[in-house]
T-cell receptor, first 115, second 117 residues
Framework: EAGVVQSPRYKIIEKKQPVAFWCNPISGHNTLYWYRQNLGQGPELLIRYENEEAVDDSQLPKDRFSAERLKGVDSTLKIQPAELGDSAVYLC?????????????FGPGTRLTVL | KQEVTQIPAALSVPEGENLVLNCSFTDSAIYNLQWFRQDPGKGLTSLLLIQSSQREQTSGRLNASLDKSSGRSTLYIAASQPGDSATYLCAVTLIFAGGTSYGKLTFGQGTILTVHP
């Protein structure tokens, strides 16, 4: 079974440029998460989807970040315009929420460098 | 606000040693706790998941325990190997009043483990 797929794996951009990350979750997983991981830190949630609905986006900087999950499968996270402080690893995770279990599986991440 | 702390921040041991990584959390109303491994430049690999009603989980040389009332979990690695070198992260999800999972994982900062031959 394929795991969570993310692309690109690496991205280097100039500040003020736009950037987009793509995630394909594990087949059948209804919940999708975007996390950001700064160097030396644990990941922090940006947004959580249940099917197509964003049920928790309280930590998403909405002035420059946007996300979508069309058809409840793939998801795209966009930053426009990027700032130096956005340099981080962006991780996508998915889970199948069943009674008593919410194990999350992570993709390899996209390492973003903003110059 | 849930806070997760991991001790030690870094650990270096010779091959073959048994070791313990510690995780503590401030809010005991958790749904479950997950231990992950992260290799440099890679994503997170789920190692063990402990439900709030469970006391421990085992997988091969790994054993994770959970004491919800004291807000602590430990990850025990038996007979460590150089291939175990990685960052180990613990994370918890909170529980809603209705008993369902809040979903969001709150992570500690990780323990960097080095096992030298």
């Amino acid at each position: 079974e394929a795991g969570v797929v993310q692309s690109p794996r690496y991205k280097i951009i100039e500040k003020k440029q736009p950037v987009a990350f793509w995630c394909n979750p594990i087949s059948g997983h209804n919940t999708l998460y975007w996390y950001r991981q700064n160097l030396g830190q644990g990941p922090e949630l940006l947004i959580r989807y249940e099917n197509e609905e964003a049920v928790d986006d309280s930590q998403l900087p909405k002035d420059r970040f946007s996300a979508e999950r069309l058809k409840g499968v793939d998801s795209t996270l966009k930053i426009q315009p990027a700032e130096l402080g956005d340099s981080a690893v962006y991780l996508c995770a998915s889970s199948l929420v069943l009674a008593g279990n919410n194990e999350q599986f992570f993709g390899p991440g996209t390492r973003l460098t903003v110059l | 606000k849930q806070e997760v702390t991991q001790i030690p921040a870094a650990l270096s041991v010779p091959e073959g040693e048994n070791l313990v990584l510690n995780c503590s959390f401030t809010d005991s109303a958790i749904y479950n706790l997950q231990w992950f491994r992260q290799d440099p430049g890679k994503g997170l690999t789920s190692l063990l998941l402990i439900q709030s009603s469970q006391r421990e989980q085992t997988s091969g040389r790994l054993n994770a325990s959970l004491d919800k009332s004291s807000g602590r979990s430990t990850l025990y690695i038996a007979a460590s190997q150089p291939g175990d070198s990685a960052t180990y992260l613990c994370a918890v999800t909170l529980i809603f009043a209705g008993g369902t999972s809040y979903g969001k994982l709150t992570f500690g900062q990780g323990t960097i483990l080095t096992v030298h031959p």
